[in-house]
């Protein structure tokens, strides 16, 4: 007879859930350097290899296709995320935690950037990058931008090859931007051993369709307390509501709200289909 897969004893079922999360085991964050041959974009890459899109107005954008992706992946035996691409899976937790493809609040994020945000000589984050467009946005305007997401694999099969693609100086485009994969937590740990061996802070962090989530809100929002300027501003897009995963942008407030460190307002909000929001964060003023 079939059964449900609850525990007849709660204790039992709470210990399984304890072991369970125990035993994930995290990549630590590390900086991911660019290598000489990977500067030699055109050697590496035909003009059918990637696509040209406006992904935005006025906002002309080079990327790596996904098939020349998966083909450099199965190229490598990069098996965490062809196991996940096998079953058809955009989340392995703790192994694949996407990237590889760009979801709409992507755009609704890169659309707002435009036209609410001076670019001009910040230093932003682009958190859980993926393919890096809306820090390419922010390079494109004359940013320092770091790219952080959590397989090593994404950052090197599409982010550096859409940053080294989109800027015919390339070496020169390298000294404004820097990488990074890793979980959250340890990247939150991360020093710049370039000055000083100090933690860097950041202008604005952006991100983008990383609160699916719930068990790893705490983490993203660290990244958000440690590595925001005290007068630097945050924006998280997402859905209202992840179906088959359960996080969202309700719970994501209300985490930030309880902690009553910064102050949180929707700025943005689409007016159809499946709820898809902007949140911006500032630090409280003192009193």
């Known amino acids: 007879m079939f059964k449900f897969g609850f525990s007849e004893n709660k204790q039992d079922e709470v210990r399984g859930e304890d072991t369970k999360k125990s035993t994930i085991n995290w990549i630590p964050a590390s900086k991911v350097e660019v290598s000489e041959s990977e500067l030699q974009i055109e050697n590496r890459y035909k003009p059918n290899d990637y696509r040209e899109c406006l992904f935005f107005p006025d906002c002309k954008l080079k990327l790596i296709r996904f098939e020349r992706a998966l083909h450099d992946l199965q190229k490598n035996n990069c098996t965490n995320i062809l196991e996940a691409e096998s079953q ?42 993926g393919t890096g467009i809306i820090g390419l946005v922010a390079l494109l305007k004359n940013s320092i931008v770091h790219f952080q997401d959590y397989n090593v694999e994404v950052i090197k099969t599409v982010t550096i090859p859409n940053v080294l693609l989109n800027f ?42 990383t609160i699916y989530n719930p068990d ?72």
Do not use: M
Not at 97 to 115: A, F, P, S, V
Not at 173 to 197: A, H, V
């Open 216 to 287: 790893n809100h705490k983490k993203l929002y660290e990244v958000f307390k440690r590595r925001l300027k005290a007068n630097g501003v945050g924006f998280i897009a997402g859905k209202s509501y992840y179906f088959g995963v359960g996080g969202g942008t309700r719970q994501f407030q209300d985490l930030i709200e309880k902690d009553a460190i910064f102050d949180v307002e929707i700025v943005w909000r689409n007016r159809e289909g499946l709820q898809r929001e902007i949140l911006k964060i500032t630090r409280k003023q003192q009193s």
């Open 168 to 209: 015919e100086d390339r070496k020169s485009i390298l000294n404004r931007c820097q990488f990074f994969c890793g979980d959250w937590e340890s990247f939150t740990k991360l020093r710049d051993s370039n000055n000083g061996d100090e933690f860097v802070e950041y202008d604005l962090i952006f991100t983008s369709e």
């Open 88 to 129: 058809h899976s955009d989340l392995i937790p703790a192994k694949y935690e996407g990237g590889l493809k760009i979801w709409e609040c992507c755009y609704d994020l890169g659309q707002y950037l435009l036209k609410n945000i001076e670019f001009q000589d910040k230093f932003v984050l682009d958190l859980g990058c």
